[in-house]
């Protein structure tokens, strides 16, 4: 089923020939949501919305009070991420709708499903600079799929059930509704289900069948192909039917930042990820491929590196729901528009009918070339000269021990590159981050939605000391509403990604990346760095269980000991070398050809290619 006919039943399921009823704008609102299936909201109140919270208080729907509207907004994130629903929050007028800009903007990139719900200041004093009034409607149309702005309580319901059908339909989004004063207080007359004029439809392509013949055709002639697969596969919930095809097909898979998860690790087939912290064997199978068949990505540059210079010698099958997408970066020989649940059933179907008809396409030589790369350079980590612990091996161990029926958020920088390499994705919507945005701050906020998503999954929100210093005041929302996220704090005393930088391309000038005095030998005992602020004793003033892990022999036991808690957040505060880079890396402007293995160091691609 469809997302638009998901929302659509839910609207038909509790249309029971309501009666009309007369309610303030406020209370329509609350009664639309409720409608729509909403069963938990994020949000802070503040005057402009203060009818609305008002109604709340007569509903069933669970609402969390955040701290600050920016971790309303991740968290929405975070539950739309794991359930596959509409994410919603909710916040006042002025300073706390432009705090949502940011997850706006970011579930814009990343097409995330959310309505995010702002008070507005009352319609006639609109424009005039009122106290906390901000255009939304301007400041979010960039950033949104749609932007709303209410002036009459009599458009309500229907705004509200278009703002879900559009978050959830085609490729999906933020929506952002902004409601007057007025509109709120206003009286109307309820009536559900709204007629939707503005439902965005569901993709008709009259040329799919034949372009999925073409697929099929370039798929059983290739040589060297390759499926290159984005996030739009998890969006469609199109992984059971991807597996399928990859295993008829027998070409090697490579899952880029927001697919990881969407086809399992443990499978064979699976190089692992592409593009500027790449596994070696993923980002050399796109260079000499023949072919990309590539399926809900978009050819983002930090996948691609220099565009000129990527996968020179490929043709192009690319499938998306998004027709801005086809050709946008790259031209496609075979574009086609459709949504992945829709398309590859038919294109596994076309396909096994070609081979029946020509035969498999004969991949023996391109393995050979593929699984040599894979065997030389092997995702690892060398042991940090500084004594410190490898950050790599606490995020390996962290994933060893919770497994893949765990949740995996991360912020962004270091810790987000070496998350994606050292845990083990074996489901979809098990790995959680702020890809095309790159927010940091994102983790600890999108942990407590997806906690709140899968309450019976353990969520992992692994962060690095800048990003959790930015949103860290949730956890007395986790703490307060028993939401029992475990949180590791990749602690090197520094912006790390901003520092890997500074090291390898501005002569080791560390302008403003060090977060702490601390001693370039953190090894050595009798040089104690002075940390500010001290996270065991802030997890323990924020209701928290704090912990601490300074040694490599330690690490396995405090992974331990938080996993035996589960009735309230852990935090662990893991001193690690600030010296650990990520590797593999494709420098900024190059060509993917020329990624590094390690500093001044390249791989030996075959000559055969």
């Known amino acids: 089923m469809s997302r638009t006919a998901a929302v659509q039943l839910r609207m038909d399921e509790r249309d029971q020939a309501m009666e009309p009823a007369h309610m303030s704008g406020a209370e329509a609102l609350i009664r639309s949501l409720e409608r ?84 507005q200041v009352n319609a006639e004093v609109l424009g005039t600079d009122a106290f906390q009034e901000a255009d939304m409607l301007n400041i979010a149309a960039p950033i949104t799929k749609h932007a709303y702005l209410v002036t009459d309580a009599d458009e309500i319901p229907k705004v509200m059930a278009e703002a879900f059908q559009l978050a959830s339909s085609g490729r999906p989004g933020p929506v952002l509704v902004d409601v007057t004063k007025t509109a709120q207080n206003g009286l109307t007359t309820f009536r559900w289900p709204p007629r939707c004029d503005q439902a965005e439809p569901e993709v008709q392509n009259h040329e799919s069948m034949r372009r999925i013949r073409s697929a099929a055709e370039h798929i059983q002639a290739a040589k060297r192909p390759v499926f290159y697969i984005g996030g739009g596969i998890i969006k469609a919930n199109a992984s059971e039917p991807f597996r399928a095809l990859a295993q008829t097909v027998g070409a090697p898979v490579v899952t880029t930042l927001m697919a990881r998860g969407a086809f399992p690790d443990s499978d064979r087939l699976n190089l692992g990820m592409p593009g500027m912290h790449g596994a070696v064997a993923a980002v050399g199978a796109l260079q000499q491929a023949d072919l990309l068949i590539t399926l809900g990505a978009r050819f983002d540059d930090r996948v691609t590196g220099k565009l000129d210079s990527f996968a020179p010698e490929a043709r192009v099958i690319h499938v998306d729901v998004d027709p801005a997408e086809l050709s946008k970066n790259r031209l496609a020989d075979v574009p086609i528009l459709g949504s992945l649940d829709q398309v590859l059933p038919e294109l596994h179907t076309t396909v096994k009918d070609v081979f029946t008809q020509y035969g498999a396409p ?40 919770t497994g893949p029926e765990a949740v995996y958020v991360a912020g962004v920088g270091q810790h987000q590159m070496w998350s994606s390499q050292f845990i083990q994705y074996e489901r979809p919507r098990q790995w959680l981050n702020s890809g095309g945005l790159g927010t940091m701050g994102y983790s600890i906020p999108a942990a407590m939605g997806a906690q709140v998503g899968n309450p019976d999954r353990t969520v992992w929100a692994i962060d690095g000391d800048g990003c959790f210093q930015m949103t860290n005041q949730e956890l007395a929302t986790c703490a307060i509403n028993n939401i029992p996220i475990k949180v590791a704090i990749i602690n090197n005393s520094s912006l790390g990604m ?83 880079m990520v590797w593999p890396m494709v420098p900024a402007g190059v060509s993917n050809s020329d990624i590094q293995v390690a500093r001044d160091m390249t791989p030996e691609w075959d000559d055969d290619a």
């Open 498 to 580: 901003v520092r890997q930088w500074q090291t390898l391309y501005y002569d080791a000038r560390y302008s403003n990346s060090q977060l702490n005095k601390v001693s370039d030998h953190i090894g050595q005992q009798e040089q104690q760095p002075v940390r500010i602020p001290d996270f065991v004793m802030l997890a323990k003033s924020y209701g928290c269980v704090g912990l601490r892990c300074e040694r490599e022999e330690d690490i396995d036991a405090v992974i331990a000991q938080a996993m035996e808690i589960h009735d309230r957040p852990v935090v662990i505060d893991f001193i690690v070398s600030r010296n650990s």
């Open 36 to 119: 729509l299936g909403v069963q938990h909201i994020f949000g802070i109140p503040g005057g402009a919305i203060l009818p609305t919270y008002d109604a709340l208080m007569d509903s069933s729907m669970n609402h969390i009070l955040v701290r600050h509207e920016q971790g309303a907004g991740h968290a929405a994130q975070g539950y739309a991420m794991v359930t596959g629903e509409v994410g919603v929050c909710l916040a006042t007028s002025g300073p706390g709708a432009t705090n949502l800009v940011t997850p706006l903007a970011d579930a814009d990139m990343d097409s995330v499903p959310m309505v995010a719900i702002t008070g």
């Open 362 to 401: 004969k991949l023996e030589d391109w393995w050979l070339q593929l699984n040599r790369l894979r065997n030389a350079y092997p995702l690892g980590w060398t042991t940090p000269e500084d004594g410190g612990i490898a950050p790599q091996q606490v995020i390996e161990k962290i994933g060893e021990a």
